[in-house]
Every structure is written in structure tokens, then in C-alpha cells.
T-cell receptor, first 114, second 116 residues
Framework: NAGVTQTPKFRVLKTGQSMTLLCAQD?????MYWYRQDPGMGLRLIHY???????AKGEVPDGYNVSRLKKQNFLLGLESAAPSQTSVYFC?????????????FGDGTRLSIL | AQSVTQLGSHVSVSEGALVLLRCNYS??????LFWYVQYPNQGLQLLLK??????LVKGINGFEAEFKKSETSFHLTKPSAHMSDAAEYFC??????????????FGQGTELSVKP
């Protein structure tokens, strides 16, 4: 059981380049999330999705776009990468049900923007 | 609005000593509380989650957390630290799925070091 899988694991980009981070989950979860982790700041929500075909902005959405065309996949795009987007990106998913259902995390994508 | 504060960005204990990691939260709705652990270059793994009505919650690897509503705290403890406990620990709060899809608000994390 793979859980939440993120690709790629590492990437170095130049300023202005674009790329897409892929998240796939095999748990049939409705909810999916993209977070970024920066030193001393914990994780902050970028965008989230409450089901196939839906997306919504989180705390720090500027410079990112997302799509959820299939229930199992959640894509995060950077149209024009900036050095401030250097971070570790985590995808998570969650099932429906009572409020204390936990989120399941992938292993992260380490992204450097030069 | 919800927020989480973890007191102490770094905590160091000796092997066999008590581990205490502090977490205080603020929430305008009944909170759903979680502790996650992150080992180097890995994702976050659930340690434990708060269950409504409980005051002491048991998790994996011998960790437990005490919920104190009056103090808005959810501190994490382990009676005896092991070298393998060295990691970063995150406290998180959620307002439930009707609050921005159940997003988690994280504290800034506490790095636990265990000395031999």
C-alpha cells in the first residue's frame, strides 16, 4: 500500500522556469492538500481540494496553481518559479468522516529555485 | 481563527529521561488536535490524535498527550526517551472538514535531540 506518493523527490529550477509537482494517493480519499515547509514556520497550506474537480486557496496560494482532474491525483504548478518558492512541498490526503480523521502525508518534494 | 504555539524550537534530553514537548492552541470552534513526527528527509507521520471527551490520549512509540481545555494545551510526553525519538515534532489543529476542508494549522515545530 503506497499511500501518498509525490514526484519528483528533488528538483532544481532556474528563476522563471515552470514545473508541475504530482501527488497521487491510493486510499480513495476525497480531500487533498498541498503544504510548503520552511524552517521555523511549520507547514503552511497552499491549496486544497474537497473532491474531484474542485480546488480552493489556502494560506499562501500566490504563485501556485492546482488541478484535481482525477480523484487520486492532485497537481501543483509553478508557472514562473521565484527564489522565494524554494521550499519542501508536502502533499496530504484525508478521508471523509468525523473531524479527527488524520491527514496522510507524502515524503515531500525538495525544490530549489536559483 | 485557529493557531498553534509550540514552546521551544529545540529540546534536548538524555536517553531514559522524560520527554515533554509543549503545545498551546487557540480555536474558535471545538478543536481537533494532532501530533505528528518528522524524521530527517521524510514526511510527517501521525503520532496521536485527540478524541473528544478524553483527557489523556495514547499514541505510537510510547507517546501520549494530555488535553487541558482550561489551559488550551495539548502537551506531548514520553516517560523514557530513546535515541530513535530524535526527530522534529509538530502540533497541529483543525476545525473540521467544514473549516477550509479540514486544513491543518501547524505549530513551528520542536526539534528533539536525545543524548546518550
Amino acid at each position: 500500500n503506497a499511500g501518498v506518493t509525490q514526484t519528483p523527490k528533488f528538483r532544481v529550477l532556474k528563476t522563471g522556469q515552470s514545473m508541475t509537482l504530482l501527488c497521487a494517493q491510493d486510499m480513495n480519499h476525497e480531500y487533498m492538500y498541498w503544504y510548503r515547509q520552511d524552517p521555523g514556520m511549520g507547514l503552511r497550506l497552499i491549496h486544497y481540494s474537497v473532491g474531484e474537480g474542485t480546488t480552493a486557496k489556502g494560506e499562501v496560494p500566490d504563485g501556485y496553481n492546482v488541478s484535481r482532474l482525477k480523484k487520486q491525483n492532485f497537481l501543483l504548478g509553478l508557472e514562473s518559479a521565484a527564489p522565494s518558492q524554494t521550499s519542501v512541498y508536502f502533499c496530504a490526503s484525508r478521508g471523509t468522516g468525523i473531524g479527527n480523521q488524520p491527514q496522510h502525508f507524502g515524503d515531500g518534494t525538495r525544490l530549489s529555485i536559483l | 481563527a485557529q493557531s498553534v504555539t509550540q514552546l521551544g524550537s529545540h529540546v534536548s534530553v538524555s536517553e531514559g529521561a522524560l520527554v515533554l514537548l509543549r503545545c498551546n492552541y487557540s480555536s474558535s470552534v471545538p478543536p481537533y488536535l494532532f501530533w505528528y513526527v518528522q524524521y530527517p528527509n521524510q514526511g510527517l507521520q501521525l503520532l496521536l490524535k485527540y478524541t473528544t471527551g478524553a483527557t489523556l490520549v495514547k499514541g505510537i512509540n510510547g507517546f501520549e498527550a494530555e488535553f487541558k481545555k482550561s489551559e488550551t494545551s495539548f502537551h506531548l510526553t514520553k516517560p523514557s526517551a530513546h535515541m530513535s525519538d530524535a526527530a522534529e515534532y509538530f502540533c497541529a489543529v483543525s476545525g473540521g472538514v467544514y473549516n477550509q476542508g479540514g486544513k491543518l494549522i501547524f505549530g513551528q515545530g520542536t526539534e528533539l535531540s536525545v543524548k546518550p
